[in-house]
């Protein structure tokens, strides 16, 4: 038989490895019983957490890292990559204004600020960068993006000429919008907005209802913020003459995604889309054997927007088998067999501790790999 190759397209396993941890991890194992295959690591992410590494992994591209200021204000380490071609930059807000810096138990959404996002754009474009594929997932914000467009040179006045303070709150003195000092280099560079959520910016099913709980809301807080956002939206219609507030994504990251539709160049799609498109993944699949995907948990959620299924989906237009390889499999996932996985395989070897399961996930990684080389070995003969 002639040997096979395996493209290797799994997200990260949060906590335990990085997607480019599990390609080296499925690539060990598959080795030991194909040790002259051809192996093609594509290390994939959603549009959320990792999706920055994993681009930047499977392109040649670099991390960097950046002080900027935090959803309270305060100066937080924040990262950045670009990719191999030199000209696309990637960013995930939640590394620059995302929930883990903030106080989980004085979490206030009426005050935290999206102007970090704004400063990691910046400094891309600092970089010359010609494009930025943005992540919005996991903010600690609902300021409307406001923040982010201050920190671009956008300027927000109340009625009396003084400038807003930075939050969601400060909205509701919303006046006049100053886009002079607007950052001229915005105007060539185009932003992917990596975002699965449809939501429009206001209302029962906005920014505010929906995801301000999760950020520290009280029902009465959700109320002014919402109020705020609706308020925002009323004067960049007036103003910017652009309708934001009803459009599907708007309200993702607490309005985020109708700041950059009011003040950017911007398209919202798919996070796996986007991913699957600037990682290279349909060309690496030309000559395929077999394709290996995964993620954390895999269960009925699968189904909606996550890695394992767009890959899943793009190698069955190539007619690739895929294998999917989960930390936890969860209920539901006889339905992903009429999606285009054909098998699907657990790595947890027995009952342990959470720590010692992600301490050990390279290994069990490693090990199911192996085994489901065997199982492959074995049909070819």
Known sequence: MSMPVFVLAPDSFKESMTAREVCLAMEAGLRKVFPHAEYIHVPMADGGEGTARSLVDASGGQMFSVTVTGPEGQPVLAEYGIMGD???????MASASGLQHTCRSCRNPLVTTTYGTGELIRACLDRNIKKVILGIGGSATNDGGAG?????????YD?????????GLALTK????????LD???SAVEILVACDVTSPLCGPHGASVVFGPQKGATPEMVSALDAALSHYAAVISQTLHKDIANVPGAGAAGGLGAGLLAFTVCQLRRGIDIVIEYSGLRNKLVNASYCFTGEGCIDF??????????VA??????????????????????????????AIF????RASDIEELLRNGPQNMQRTCENIGRLLRLSDK
């Open 346 to 349: 657990g790595i947890i070897p």
């Open 159 to 167: 009625e009396a000429g003084n400038s807003l303070s930075r939050g």
């Open 301 to 310: 959620q699968t189904r909606v927007g996550k890695t394992p299924l767009g």
């Open 174 to 181: 919303l006046h006049h919008i100053d886009l002079s000092g």
């Open 313 to 342: 989906h793009t190698a069955k237009e190539m007619q690739v088998p895929v294998i999917a390889v989960s930390g936890l499999i969860g209920d539901g996932t006889e339905i992903l067999y009429q999606e285009g996985i054909d």
């Open 86 to 92: 030199g000209e696309t930059a990637v960013i995930e």
């Open 148 to 156: 982010m467009a201050e920190a671009l040179g956008v300027r927000f």
């Open 184 to 186: 001229p280099r915005l």
